[in-house]
């Protein structure tokens, strides 16, 4: 109002009615786009594969799941009922390209639509389609314990969700860069991927 008094007084003017319309005047909304993360190329089966980018919706801070890590292969439940092991962590040839490539998790072959399990307790910081793991999970365990599962067909949680360890989070597909219905599971301690044979259950 103080400015259209300041331009009508030195117009001649009281200033009144160009300051009534000043104020009458609503700020035009400003709506923030979130855009969606860049996707790097790669995937759970090339030696190339990056960290999954954090999310808009991921959480920040220290989950609510505090598990030692010295005892977390004897917290661990497995992560799918039933199924058969289809492809071991380590060096591997590409099944797309015949090429070499390190494979950072192991894969759980069953049927469409098996049961997925979440391992342990932890908080959801990711769910949702990713390039190459089609559609992820990743759970935060606390204690710098992560573990993702790849290739849903369909996902149950969503990122801030509280699991418990054996709750169902998704269902076993083949989205993203797979050649077959399986799950690909990873664990990650400070960020580096350790072999989930370490830490899975022989035996369901």
């Known amino acids: 109002m103080l400015l259209?008094?300041?331009i009508s007084l030195s117009l001649g003017g009281t200033g009144f009615g160009l300051g009534c319309l000043y104020a009458s005047l609503e700020a035009p909304e400003?709506?923030?786009t979130v855009l969606p993360p860049a996707l790097?190329?790669?995937g759970p089966d090339e030696s190339e594969a990056a960290e999954p980018p954090v999310a808009p919706q991921a959480m920040a801070?220290?989950?609510r799941a505090v598990l030692v890590p010295g005892k977390f292969a004897e917290r661990l439940a497995r992560p799918v009922v039933g199924g058969w092991?289809?492809?071991h962590y380590g060096r591997r040839a590409d099944p797309f390209t015949g090429d070499p490539a390190m494979h950072h998790g192991l894969d759980f072959a069953g049927p469409a639509n098996s049961v997925i399990l979440a391992?342990?307790?932890g908080v959801v910081t990711w769910s949702g389609p990713l390039r190459g793991y089609?559609?992820?999970i990743e759970i935060d365990h606390g204690n710098g314990w992560v573990t993702r599962y790849g290739h849903n067909a369909s996902n149950f949680v969503q990122p801030g969700d509280y699991v418990k360890p054996g709750q169902t989070i998704a269902l076993m597909g083949a989205t993203g860069r797979a050649t077959g219905t399986h799950l690909h599971?990873?664990?990650l301690y400070q960020g580096r991927h350790m072999n989930p044979a370490r830490f899975v259950p022989r035996k369901a």
């Open 4 to 6: 259209g008094a300041v």
């Open 30 to 32: 400003v709506v923030a």
């Open 40 to 42: 790097p190329a790669g």
């Open 61 to 63: 801070g220290v989950s």
């Open 85 to 87: 092991v289809s492809s």
């Open 119 to 121: 391992v342990a307790a």
């Open 134 to 136: 089609g559609n992820l």
């Open 185 to 187: 599971f990873e664990v």
